[in-house]
């Protein structure tokens, strides 16, 4: 069985970034927003390709660019008190159409030069070393920040209105985890594609909300989950020769029904 | 230790929930050093009115002064001068937080090391020790109170509004509660709300009767007539009446 660097690197670094988001999202509730989050990025993917091939500049970086402003209106739309709910739909509707009517124009226009498979169903067996080099610096900045903003955003998760009397300001860091989120979600959409990514970035924190004792179990204890699903997933997708996010979102599966049961 | 003013002034106050009026051109003012008990049947408009004393809600009209200074709708400037022990029902006990770690939240900005030793003193000065490195969703109602206290005194402010300190905890925890906030209030001005007159009537020093609005305010002697209450309390004010015998 051959393990190359590349593919360890883009699996480990992106479980330890969705690790490390996952008890942002679930401190603060922000589960209705990780869930749309894949259908703004792979509208914001699309939308990246179609800018570079037209304006020039990497696909990456525009595709980033263009994703912002989409998750800044969900959450102004919240701030001025539209339920969340009624804001999912309204922004998935947006970002499900407008991805069908992207990837149709892309794949009439371009057909031979993307796949767009790939950020479907996730590729880690792709990653360049350029993804590689990308996926690390991106894990790292996200562990850095994440790690910063832990216990901000968990008492803001406990009770915002105190949160807000202490001196924080809320709606800020509305914005910033909702950037946050976006950026890594799609900078990483490759790696574990569309249709598991919203798995990636919720599932560790429920496997750890379970076991953890403290704060910092519960960020460390998600993290070790995320990259151990990741490895886990790689190894066993090589193995029996299957897709690598499945695999990777059947153990996080796993860990999560085996936490339930031990946990409490 | 809280030298200075330590006063809450409230001009016209105008506050509603679309139709629903909780406030209507109300003002009052009231000054610390003390223990003073907002008293309020359930659904009267106690946590409303918390709210816009702390800046977390605007009021439609009227402004809310904290020493002197106008923090209406705004909790940053409200945070400087008063912090808040919200009720039970507000917090999201699910999280995995220690009772350190929701304390030491409390103290954006400051060294590590330095929010870690202030948080340590509040929790022992409200006698939650064991509660350290406990989960908040292993405590019991009486504990997690005791850290929410701790979480609002570790902000050293010289006013704290607590919002039914007394709910969800058993008649011991709940003595014990009343001898805190009393002792608490040797220094500082403490706005406690209840729903139940009998825990702190004796130790306040002003009592304020509230219904959707304020609806007298006195020392306990002065206030605790039976027509007031009746203002506020209706029907209810029988079982009252007998503590006010005890008291009398
Ligand atoms: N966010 C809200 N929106 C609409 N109505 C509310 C809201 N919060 C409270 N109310 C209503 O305002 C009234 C006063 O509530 P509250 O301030 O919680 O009273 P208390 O704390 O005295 O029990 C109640 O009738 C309640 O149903
Ligand atoms: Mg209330």
Redesign the interface.
Known sequence: MYLDPRWVTVMVGSAAAFGALSPLIH?RRFSFFAASLPHSALLSVALGYVASSTLGGHPAAWAILVSLPFSSILVHLIHRGVSEDNATSVFVAFTVSGSVAVIHYVLTNYPARVSLWSYILGDPLLASWEDAILTAAIASVTIFLSSKLL??E??I???S????????KVKFHNYLLALMLTAVAVSLLRVVGFVVEHVALLLPSAV??QL???????YIVSILTSVLASVGGLVLSVYLNVAPSAMLGFLLLLFYVVSLLTGG | MHKGEQSITVENLTFAYGEDVILSKNSFSVRGPGLITLLGPNGSGKTTFF?LL???LKPLEGRVFLNGEDVTGD??K??VH???V?QLS???R?????GL??V??????KERAERRSRALEALRLVGAEDLV?R??SAMSGGQLQRVLIA??LV?DTPIVLMDEPFSGIDPRGRENLADLASELANDRLILLSTHDPVLTLNKSKTIVVFNRGVKAVGSPEDVYKLELLKAAYGSGVLIIEKCLHVLS
């Open positions: 401190a216990l901000k968990m008492s998760g406990l009770d209105e105190f949160a807000a009397v202490s001196g924080i750890a909300a953890a004792r403290s704060a910092r179990e519960f | 709210k702390i800046g977390i909790p940053f409200a945070g008063a912090s808040y919200p507000a917090v999201r699910d999280l995995p937080l220690t770690e929701a030491e939240a409390a103290l954006q900005g490195n989960k908040l979480r609002a902000r």
